[in-house]
T-cell receptor
Framework: NAGVTQTPKFRVLKTGQSMTLLCAQDMNHEYMYWYRQDPGMGLRLIHYSVGEGTTAKGEVPDGYNVSRLKKQNFLLGLESAAPSQTSVYFC????????????FGPGTRLTVL | GQQLNQSPQSMFIQEGEDVSMNCTSSSIFNTWLWYKQDPGEGPVLLIALYKAGELTSNGRLTAQFGITRKDSFLNISASIPSDVGIYFCAGLRGGSQGNLIFGKGTKLSVKP
């Protein structure tokens, strides 16, 4: 199993550009999450999904959109990137039910100029 | 939003020393998780705790689920250089759809 993978690993955008981050998991997990990590702020939840076709807002959803068209994939979109979205983005997944352990991907480092 | 208070924020270790860190909250949690993050990588799960009072070990790491369900502790015995990194606690409340609340981390560094 590859676990949780994220694409791309690094990206530099100009203000106003758009992009999509891809998260994929091969563990048949029900729940998936997108976080951003900034120095001194810990991990903050952007959006999450409790199953294929469902999404919900987390703590810091503004400026981001997500889609979960397939169970194994969770996409994070930035429609018009801003410098404040410069961060490291992590995806995580959970099996669901009684199992609450989140497994994280390796991260995507995004810089918005 | 809800927060976990994790302390200390940072600490320096000398090889062979024991290390302790903890997380506290004003709310009750059903699950406590401890993660370690190395530079440039995602957090890796170390220990999961599901019952109040539970004490669980993973090698030199031992974590406890506080009896009040509002805190958790992580101890590392006989630290080694590869223990350096950032340790995060995370708590889960009932009915939260798997949404974890994370502490801000404890950064372990080697004493100069």
């Amino acid at each position: 199993n590859a676990g949780v993978t994220q694409t791309p690993k690094f990206r530099v955008l100009k203000t106003g550009q758009s992009m999509t981050l891809l998260c994929a998991q091969d563990m048949n997990h029900e729940y998936m999450y997108w976080y951003r990590q900034d120095p001194g702020m810990g991990l903050r939840l952007i959006h999450y999904s409790v199953g294929e076709g469902t999404t919900a807002k987390g703590e810091v959803p503004d400026g981001y959109n997500v889609s979960r068209l397939k169970k194994q994939n969770f996409l994070l979109g930035l429609e018009s990137a801003a410098p404040s979205q410069t961060s490291v983005y992590f995806c995580a997944s959970v099996l669901g039910g009684k199992h609450n352990e989140q497994f994280f991907g390796p991260g995507t480092r995004l810089t918005v100029l | 939003g809800q927060q976990l208070n994790q302390s200390p924020q940072s600490m320096f270790i000398q090889e062979g020393e024991d290390v302790s860190m903890n997380c506290t909250s004003s709310s009750i949690f059903n699950t406590w998780l401890w993660y370690k993050q190395d530079p440039g990588e995602g957090p890796v799960l170390l220990i999961a705790l599901y019952k109040a009072g539970e004490l669980t070990s993973n090698g030199r790491l031992t974590a406890q689920f506080g009896i009040t369900r509002k805190d958790s502790f992580l101890n590392i015995s006989a630290s080694i250089p590869s223990d350096v990194g950032i340790y995060f606690c995370a708590g889960l409340r009932g009915g939260s759809q798997g949404n974890l609340i994370f502490g801000k981390g404890t950064k372990l560094s080697v004493k100069p």
